[in-house]
């Protein structure tokens, strides 16, 4: 849908068209994603002061009611930004490199592997096809080997997830902190598969490549058949996983159970309790805390400190007690 609004309105996500021919303006484009602040000073400054959006090509305007879903998925995100990349290469040298280097000094390489583990779940999200996924999973194995046998990179990589509003971003802190919490509770015993694991974490949000994006990048509230579609994410993910062949069938179901909640109140098929497994659970917490601590459109982001203590105060029946208890631990 085209809207018109100030050029002053424009905000980073959104597809914006200019009224006049590139000739008269110094971008190459008359249409394009605002891919930062300064696209909108340009356009200001080339003396501009309306354009149209499209909103279901990008960031629609804020004109209704925002509503938050603490201790929910976040619902909606912006626009994730496409970079130009070798579709040869889902995997990005750099993480390659960091991975392999034994004498990398502990925070450097926590930054390159979290920060390129970001652009790899970014490249897959734009090309979610088995092959990639299949390469993607291989290398979800040496980060989750970093993880499992590095703590103080662990640690490292812990204090420095970021906060912001991709699906990406957060498909990388919801995979270090449930490969945190599963290391944690299983450290003792041999019966579960880390690897499997961490793909789970890291792939739980692989579904929302097949929601709308005009659903997913929308910042008012999502009507019941937009919000239905939207729900469909962990099955959809679950399904990808499947059709790909990938991972094992309990660890698909953190795919498709990372929404349930302990009190039954979840979805997709509304389990409580031991109907869900135990991977589903731990996929939950890391799920819940990274949206509580992410900034979005509509809500500020709170501290680790304030997350925990909204997830103990305000949410206790979302999670198994004694579960949360071993989350709260991660930090201490
Ligand atoms: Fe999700
Ligand atoms: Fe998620």
């Not at 989750?144 to 703590?151: A, K, M, R």
């Not at 490969?179 to 019966?191: C, I, Q």
């Not at 660890?251 to 349930?260: P, S, T, V, Y």
């Amino acid at each position: 849908m085209l809207k018109t609004i100030k050029s002053s309105e424009l905000e980073v996500g959104m597809y914006v068209t200019l009224p006049s021919s590139w000739l008269h303006h110094s971008f190459l484009k008359n249409s394009f994603i605002i891919k930062s602040p300064d696209d909108v000073k340009r356009i200001i400054d080339n003396g501009i002061n309306e354009v149209s959006i499209d909103t279901a090509r990008g960031l629609s305007f804020p004109n209704v009611d925002i509503i938050s879903h603490a201790g929910d998925e976040p619902l909606r995100e912006q626009h994730q930004t496409p970079v130009t990349w070798n579709p040869e290469q889902i995997i990005p040298i750099d993480l390659k490199n960091a991975l392999q280097d034994k004498t990398m000094p502990t925070v450097k390489k926590a930054r390159i592997v979290y920060q390129s583990s970001v652009q790899m779940m970014q490249r897959l999200m734009e090309d979610p096809k088995a092959e990639n996924i299949r390469e993607v999973k291989k290398e979800i194995s040496e980060i989750v080997e970093v993880i499992i046998s590095d703590d103080q990179t662990a640690l490292q990589m812990l204090s420095i997830t970021g906060h912001d509003f991709y699906t990406y971003t957060h498909s990388v802190n919801v995979g270090v902190l449930g490969v945190m919490l599963s290391k944690s509770l299983f450290k003792k015993t041999n019966a579960h598969d880390m690897y499997e694991l961490g793909a789970g974490f890291f792939l739980h949000d692989l579904g929302k490549t097949r929601v709308d994006p005009a659903i997913i990048n929308k910042r008012g509230k999502l009507t019941e058949d937009e919000m239905k579609k939207m729900r469909s994410h962990p099955y959809q993910s679950y399904k990808i996983l499947a059709e790909a062949n990938q991972l094992s069938e309990e660890c698909r179901l953190i795919a498709l159970q990372h929404h349930e909640r302990e009190d039954g109140k979840g979805y997709p098929r509304h389990l409580r309790g031991d109907e869900i497994h135990l991977y589903g659970r731990i996929g939950c917490i890391a799920d819940v805390y990274d949206a509580l601590t992410a900034a979005r459109s509509y809500k500020p982001k709170l501290s680790p400190f304030d997350a925990l203590r909204v997830m103990k105060e305000d949410m206790s029946n979302h999670f198994e007690k004694d579960l949360f208890e071993k989350f709260v631990l991660l930090f201490a």
